[in-house]
């Protein structure tokens, strides 16, 4: 096996899917090393699953810097900027070679994008629907609203590049989960589907671009 890629990981709750990676990483399973997990909220989960796992962790709120600005759409948009140029100087600073949004409920700007490719660092997330469905947040609910309305009869979880404009990054990996008449119809038996999904494809996905990042360096 190469040398493990460096590898962030950002969230912003329960952690299930950092979880299911830390786990195939003790297992020796995916070859990464995770130098650090961060969180946009300080009561994410995730981050003492990343304690547990002895992970470097770091809490970045956005709200320090929206207290710096004016409550305008340009002191939001300011405040965003500058949260964001940190995040990038924060992550940097770890030299790592990918990040995988894992649950990171934040739309990042170019002050963030930029750095980070200039840096030449991947940027990954997994999203629960199909390219292009229901992007941002809140998609399982979408989507099952939209079963239970008839508009659908799948969806999906993917594993993306990300851009600019969210989730519409080049997919890396999907997987279609068709709905189930007669089953689904509750929405947490639903849910937990879909995350049991993610709980796969999430390791799989990752793989796949830990070993892209691999052949690249060993070119
Ligand atoms: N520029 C991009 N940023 C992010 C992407 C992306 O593809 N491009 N993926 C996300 C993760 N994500 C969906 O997969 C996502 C997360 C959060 C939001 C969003 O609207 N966030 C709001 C705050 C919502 C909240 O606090 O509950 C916001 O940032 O104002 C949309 C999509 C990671 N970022
Ligand atoms: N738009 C991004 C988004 O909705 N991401 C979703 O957040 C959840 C995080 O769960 P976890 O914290 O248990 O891994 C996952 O379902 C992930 O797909």
Not at 6 to 26: M, P
Not at 115 to 140: D, Q, S, T, Y
Not at 155 to 173: Q, R
Request: with cysteine; proline share 5%.
């Amino acid at each position: 096996m190469s040398i493990p890629i460096r590898a962030t990981v950002l969230i912003s709750g329960n952690g299930s899917n950092l979880q299911a990676v830390i786990d195939k990483v003790a297992a020796g399973q995916l070859n990464t090393t995770l130098v650090r997990v961060l969180s946009n909220r300080k009561d994410a989960f995730g981050l003492e699953r990343a304690r547990k796992a002895n992970i470097p962790t770091q809490y970045h709120n956005l709200v320090k810097y929206k207290k710096q600005h004016p409550a305008t759409p340009e002191g939001v948009q300011a405040a965003r900027e500058e949260y964001d140029a940190e995040l990038a100087r924060l992550i940097l600073a770890d030299s790592p070679e990918l990040v995988i949004c894992l649950g990171f409920m934040h739309v990042l700007s170019p002050r963030f994008l930029e750095p980070l490719e200039r840096a030449k660092v991947r940027i990954i997330n997994l999203h629960p629907a199909l390219p292009g469905a229901f992007n941002g947040v809140n998609a399982i609910e979408r989507a099952h609203a939209a079963w239970m309305e008839g508009k659908i009869d799948k969806t999906g979880v993917m594993i993306h590049d990300v851009i600019s404009e969210v989730d519409m990054g080049k997919p890396i990996l999907v997987r279609e989960i068709p709905f189930r008449k007669g089953l689904d119809e509750d929405i947490e038996v639903f849910e937990k589907r879909v995350h049991e999904t993610e709980w796969g494809i999430v390791i799989e996905g990752v793989d796949l671009v830990l070993k892209e990042l691999a052949a690249r360096k060993s070119a």
